[in-house]
Each structure stands twice: as C-alpha cells, then as structure tokens.
C-alpha cells in the first residue's frame, strides 16, 4: 500500500470515528487510525517510491498540550505533558529513551537532564 493508498484509508476510517467524549476516546481513536495505516516490519521495499516500515506513531492533544508516542517494537505508549516541560532558551536540555520498556503512561517525570548535548 503506498502513501496515497494509506491516506486515503486513514480518511475514511477518521470520518468513521465517533465523537470522542473523553481524551482518551480521542487519543485511542487517532492511534488506531494510525495502527491501521502503518507499514510492517517485513515489507517489501525494493520498488520505486520504496515503502520503508513504520517504526513510530504519535499522536497530539493540543487542548491540553499532550504528547502521545509509541514505538512500533514496543507494547506501551507514553505521553508527555508539555506544559510541565521548560521550553524557554536556555532551559535544562532534556532527554528521554522511549527503547526503555519501563516507560509507560505518564512520563513527564521520567526525563533525565543531559550533561552533552548530542547535536
């Protein structure tokens, strides 16, 4: 399935969804659409326009500034409330590894502040 194909699956699937009550309907709504138009491990990609996998899904809450991520290769998704993150210049760089099978749910509490910036 190519990128054209995919889009326009995730849009009938959206136009599928019921109204969300909650943010969790919304947010479980939004990844599932995203499950279902990812590309898994193992396809082909030796055509022209290759189609590589998935290796991450994400998902935002912009009413209540959260940040969804899951990797593909692991069972949880984590969030992010970014309205306790510091974003001003100059604040603590910080950093998360989301390979860490530990994490899951909430992990705003969970950064670590990083002593060498990698970039």
């Known amino acids: 399935m190519d990128p054209k194909d995919r889009f326009v699956r995730a849009s009938y699937y959206q136009m599928m969804l019921p109204e969300p009550k909650t943010e969790q309907e919304a947010i479980a709504g939004i990844l ?12 082909p990609n030796n055509l022209p326009g290759s189609l590589y996998n998935t290796e991450y899904r994400t998902a935002i809450d ?32 910080l950093s998360l590894d989301p390979d860490n099978l530990e994490l899951s749910g909430n992990v705003t509490d969970k950064f670590v502040r990083v002593t060498k910036i990698p970039f």
Do not use: H, K, M
């Open 32 to 43: 599932a659409i995203a499950r279902n138009v990812s590309v898994p491990f193992g396809a």
């Open 62 to 93: 912009l009413t209540n500034r959260r940040y969804f991520f899951e990797l593909t290769t692991s069972p949880n998704v984590i969030w992010v409330n970014l309205d306790q993150l510091n974003f001003v210049s100059g604040a603590t760089v």
